[in-house]
């Protein structure tokens, strides 16, 4: 038998919390030092080895739909290995479907911004009904009889997996149907249509080209009524106790989030209730949006911790050349890169959630429009690039599944895609700059003084493009977006970081258009510093 050396030990047993500097002092700095204690013990649970396996499980053993029972019936259910299941029920037990909605207060969407963040390093697919479900509330509580029956149970912490009636379960999911085949960035092509069914509530027929986690309880719904595109609840369940015809055609073929369904389904006349007003669908849904938009920035900021914190764990045991990697200077290099491009997701990724916490605040409003987009886009397209580099420093294992890199980066271009891809994005952002007067004047008190020059220059820059006429060329929008992060990105490593981590920030994005490859940082940053910062084990 060959003998087993220079292999790296398993990152596991290891606390997401606790070992995460970036996180922490996140936690702290955006309000919610408060739930420290309970974020220390998710991060104990979601790093044992046991929870780790839950996730290779349920990515492994991907979910199977069956639409009718063995005499022909109609069933639309959709089986999950129990490892999924696990996995839900951790995350329902720790609030992150909807906590900060259940019980409000300073810190909420932080604490579970930064909860989401450590499931997501285990398994993402879990996210999607998570961040949904979230999402719901707002849009929910725009019909405020339907919000009372269903809120109760939304906030349950008790995962309950069966498929039954929702006032039969102790809690209840939310998924949403937006996207048909025509089109799913221009909702106004949707073709389903809502009928009344004279007793105030409405039955659709339609198709949805997406509608993932169709086990979900209840989803929210866009249809064509007579008074235009409206919102719905459509529950998997009839109030008779009857299944809703919701028909689940096929499960997607998905690149990566394989632990969950994506289905296409039809409507045949299904049974649902209008949410906010009757041709008002768009706004009444976009809230929603807004909040799974932010969770997106979240998901990508998650994958590119888990990805770095594998990188730098393995460059800390393994040696090549006599040395080990990290001490390697063009590996530090890389690291660093790498460590630096998710230390700014992170840092921006929560100071985005306290602006969700700050509801009545008209800057954090400001903040949450402009900045929840923006956001998206551009953490979304850095978490591809940073998994395969991350993937490299493990060499051939990286490459391999039992590792967790291919997950990680099948799973990354998906919060890119969806709830509006990347232009969608962007162009977003230049209509919210456009019906926000002051949101340049937010922008520059939030960039502040750093005291940075090569920030400030940049700033300057930023400023001045903003108030530009050709502001709202679409051509250019994808670059004033990047911008307009970076700019934030690097006053918040500013003012918040170690010296080290903002100089080697300013000195590589702020330095014209990046690209290409990561392990570019010029000379004269303190590579190791910043490489060693992002070591999830000491
Ligand atoms: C895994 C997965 C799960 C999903 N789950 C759900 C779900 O649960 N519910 C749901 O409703 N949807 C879901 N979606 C659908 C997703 O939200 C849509 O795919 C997405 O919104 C894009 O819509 P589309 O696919 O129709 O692309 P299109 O709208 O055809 O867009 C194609 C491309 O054109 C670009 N584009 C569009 N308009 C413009 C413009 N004016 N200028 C420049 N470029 C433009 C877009 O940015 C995009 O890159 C899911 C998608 C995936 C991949």
């Known amino acids: 038998m060959f003998e087993v050396s220079n292999q790296p030990p398993p990152l596991e047993p290891y606390n997401l919390f606790a070992s995460d500097a970036v996180l922490r002092e996140a936690v702290r700095r955006e309000r919610a030092e408060w739930a420290e204690s309970q974020l220390t013990a998710l991060g104990a649970t979601l790093g044992l080895p046991e929870t780790v396996q839950l996730g290779f499980d349920a990515n492994k053993y991907t979910p199977v739909l069956h639409t009718l029972d063995r005499y022909g019936h109609r069933l639309d259910e959709v089986d999950f290995h129990p490892a999924w299941h696990d996995l839900m029920g951790i995350a329902l037990k720790a609030g992150l479907h909807s906590s900060p909605w259940a019980d409000p207060k300073p810190g909420a969407h932080v604490t579970r ?48 997996r069966r498929c039954r009636p929702a006032k039969e379960k102790t809690s209840a999911l939310i998924g949403m149907g937006l996207t048909e085949n025509q089109g799913g960035s221009d909702l106004r092509t949707n073709s389903t249509r809502a009928a009344p069914a004279g007793d105030g509530s409405f039955r659709l ?34 109030p008779d106790g009857t299944r809703n015809a919701i028909h689940i055609l096929r499960l997607k073929d998905k690149l990566g989030n394989r632990s969950n369904a994506s289905s296409e389904v039809e409507f045949d006349g299904a049974y649902a209730q209008l949410i906010g007003e009757e041709g008002r669908g768009i706004p009444t849904v976009i809230e929603m949006g807004n909040y799974t938009r932010l969770d997106c920035a979240i998901g990508s900021s998650a994958l590119m911790r888990q990805a770095v914190a594998q990188a730098v764990h393995h460059a800390r045991h393994r040696t090549a050349f006599q040395k080990r990697l990290i001490d390697q200077p063009l590996m530090s290099n890389v690291l660093a890169d790498l460590a630096l491009e998710s230390e700014a997701a992170t840092a921006l990724t929560m100071r985005l959630a306290r602006a969700y916490d700050e509801s009545g605040d008209e800057t954090s409003a400001v903040f949450r429009r402009v900045l929840t987009p923006a956001a998206k886009f551009w953490i979304c397209k850095r978490a591809p690039a940073v998994a395969f580099e991350a993937m490299e420093v493990l060499g051939g294992s990286g490459y391999i599944e039992e590792s967790i890199l291919p997950r990680l980066y ?4 998906v919060n890119s ?20 007067p002051n949101a340049g004047d937010v922008l520059r008190y939030e960039l502040g003084d750093t005291g940075d020059s090569r920030l400030q220059a940049f700033a300057e820059r930023l400023h001045r493009r903003l108030r530009a006429v050709d ?10 977006v990047r911008e307009l992060v970076l700019a934030l990105q690097a006053a918040l490593l500013a003012k918040h970081s170690p010296p080290a981590v903002a100089d080697a920030f300013c000195a590589s994005r702020l330095n014209g258009p990046s690209g290409g490859a990561f392990g570019t940082l010029p000379r004269g940053v303190d590579l190791r510093v910043i490489a060693e910062r992002a070591a999830p084990l000491s």
Not at 216 to 231: E, I, P, Y
Not at 428 to 434: G, H, I, K, M, S
Request: hydrophobic share 45%.
């Open 205 to 238: 027929h339609g198709h949805k080209w997406f509608m993932s986690a169709p086990m979900c309880d209840a989803f929210l719904v866009l249809a064509q009524s007579a008074k235009g595109l409206s919102c719905f609840l459509m529950p998997r369940w009839t």
């Open 113 to 160: 911004a930064a909860g989401t963040y450590m499931l997501g390093q285990i398994e993402s697919g879990v996210y999607c009904p998570l961040a949904m479900t979230y999402g719901s509330v707002p849009t929910l509580r725009h019909a405020p009889a339907i919000a009372a029956e269903w809120l109760p149970r939304i906030f349950a912490r008790d995962y309950d």
């Open 471 to 480: 502001r709202n060329d679409e051509t250019q929008a994808r670059a004033l």
């Open 410 to 413: 099948r799973e990354a271009p």
């Open 417 to 436: 895609i969806w709830e509006g891809a990347g232009n969608v994005m962007c162009l977003d952002v230049l209509r919210a700059f456009e019906r926000t």
